[in-house]
């Protein structure tokens, strides 16, 4: 029996992942191989001074977008199968604007909208609308699904072991 069409969210969802899926790797490969390029455009013009402290976290924030990459192209590919998958990158984008926005509140100077610290902010100016498009495409692709929701499938039953077999040494019986 065929699989049912897609619906209209599914494929949106579908879409938007592959567009996120893209979007993603071109800037990992982009902060990988032209941080300081990227962190002025982020900062408005900022320079960035490229510090072994700031390529540990360029290795990691490029690794963060490969997993994301990778994440949305399953979604892409089988968004009603594979929508789960969306679950890290919303984590991911809710992880990195919230923190973006904790250290601009909190560790920020009074001027630094006039600092490199506008490259902090901008991730949260992109990240969080992301987000929220991400989780509501999500969450449309899905009414009624919830994660507190019993699953639908059970894993299958396991075959019964096979019958022990009795071998004897020589050709006396045993008991």
Do not use: N
Request: net charge positive.
């Amino acid at each position: 029996m065929p699989l049912p069409h897609l619906s209209r969210q599914e494929v949106r969802l579908g879409r938007f992942a592959a567009f996120c899926s893209a979007l993603y790797g071109i800037l990992g490969l982009l902060f990988a191989f032209s941080p300081a390029w990227t962190f002025r455009v982020a900062g408005l013009g900022a320079r960035a001074e490229l510090t072994p402290e700031v390529r540990f976290w360029q290795v990691l924030g490029v690794a963060m977008m490969a997993a994301i990459s990778v994440a949305c192209a399953l979604v892409a590919h089988s968004p009603r199968e594979r929508r789960v998958a969306l679950l890290p990158v919303l984590a991911a984008q809710l992880a990195s604007s919230a923190t973006a926005l904790l250290l601009v509140a909190g560790a920020a100077p009074a001027d630094w909208a006039e600092s490199a610290w506008r490259a902090v902010f901008s991730v949260f100016a992109t990240g969080f609308p992301l987000f929220a498009l991400s989780g509501w495409l999500f969450h449309s692709a899905a009414p009624g699904v919830h994660l507190s929701s019993a699953p639908t499938q059970s894993a299958p039953e396991l075959p019964a072991p096979p019958k022990p077999v009795r071998l004897t040494v020589g050709g006396a019986k045993q008991p």
